[in-house]
């Protein structure tokens, strides 16, 4: 009986008699395919399992269990949370949205602030705020889910849910809510989370900013324990065909217990930790030509493309998705479209002038050319790659923004330091970094002017010393 031998790069196979594979061969085969299948899965629901862990991990950590618990960073955000490259400047509030429980949910949103509700998918819901139909004025809101046949009230901006739990955020800047007490106070005041059919309730307060918690996803079999709990939970249609039919041949199904064996268990893991990886050379190494916001230059957009829904020529940019839900949170169109004066934008490094990593012992210089082109405000944070959240690096905060008053030349430019220790008489103008780790940055703009989007601003590269 002859043997066909097919060699490849995962290895050989064998068949016989024109074709069959042997059992040999059927098993290495099937255990080739669930081991793709899965790595794919992790990429592909990536959006799924960063919302999870994010509610999940504000009720763990922050006392987040009904809609009325907010979470205020009333002394701004530090680095002892693990938030997905959150921001040292803004006062943020946020707050998990259960449809399913509650029904249809009220939203009152506070005068000037940026914000929105994103769905358990990751995907955008409605903008609040100075990006959102009540354009800065604040306003009610009204969340629907997905399967509300019911009457709709007047009186609210309305938007319907694709899933059952959602996530709601808003940011103010210090000058309109203050700090500390002053913020908590404005935010009671002027903000409230509360089921329709129960009518206003006063929000409870919970001031987060440094308290412990942990919002990122896990890299292992729990990252598939934690997918079939959301795909239990939520509509089945909320996810396409395609996708659930990825996860049913993994032991994901709707309406039927997770039980893997022990083979599938290693090969979940297995994929879980390679499918990190995939995504840690996606972010880190993009390859898609669109990532560089300047050719000359090594700044990247975390949203590659240009679209929040992750779009191009009517096709998923698959590794466009990976990269943004992988380093980031918060999916609006404000943070990608052209919108002058109003929202925000984002320009990321991981690389220095030469294209090497950016390494925790060495020292670097960033220029920032005179006339910033924003009217509110403007950041430069550093992150850990690990975690993908703010560097802990021993400092109050790891960043550097227009609120701390660096130190201006002469042209109304900035050198920014980035280094184990400052530069001499440096100080103002420099951010710690820790030897032996390496390190991300965002420049953020908030309310980018035109200099921006023509590029007629443009930051220099990042600069060994």
Known sequence: MDTERLSTPIGDFDFVLDGYPTKETAQKLFDALDYQRACQAYLDFMPAMSMYSLLEGQERGWGCKECSDLA?????????????????????????????????????????VLGMANDAYFRYVIDFGMAGPDQGQGGKYLLLPPDY????????FVARSRTYRVWVMARASQQISGMGEQAIQWYGDHCAVYPLKDGYRRPNIMNCGSMSADTTHPNDLQYFVNLD????????????????????????????????????????????????????????QSR????????????????????????RNGASNLDARTLYHFTAICVTPAMVNKVVGVGSQYLSAYVDADGDYLDGGQTYKLHLPPNIPINKFWSVTLYDPMTRSLLQNGMPKPSISQFDGPEQNADGSYDLYFGPSAPAVKERNWVQTVPGKGWFTYIRLYGP????????WRPDDIVKV
């Open 72 to 112: 205020v960073a009333a002394d701004l955000l530090s680095a002892i949370p693990l938030v997905l490259t959150g921001n040292t400047e803004s006062v943020y509030f946020a707050c998990n949205v259960d449809l399913k429980k509650d029904g249809p949910t009220v939203v009152e949103i506070p005068p000037q």
């Open 288 to 311: 898609e030509p669109e990532a560089k916001v300047y050719p000359d230059r090594n700044w990247e957009y975390i949203f590659v493309g240009g679209s929040h829904e992750f779009l």
């Open 229 to 284: 709990q959301v795909i239990q939970y939520e509509p089945t249609a909320a996810f396409a065909p395609e996708q659930l039919g990825l996860l049913r041949s993994l032991g994901i199904e709707k309406g039927k217990t997770f039980d893997p064996d022990e083979r599938m268990k290693q090969i979940l893991d297995t994929a879980a930790k390679t499918g990190l990886g995939m995504a840690r050379a996606i972010a880190y």
């Open 449 to 456: 002017l035109e200099p921006f989007f023509d590029q007629t």
């Open 149 to 156: 046949e019911g009457d709709v009230p007047e009186g609210y």
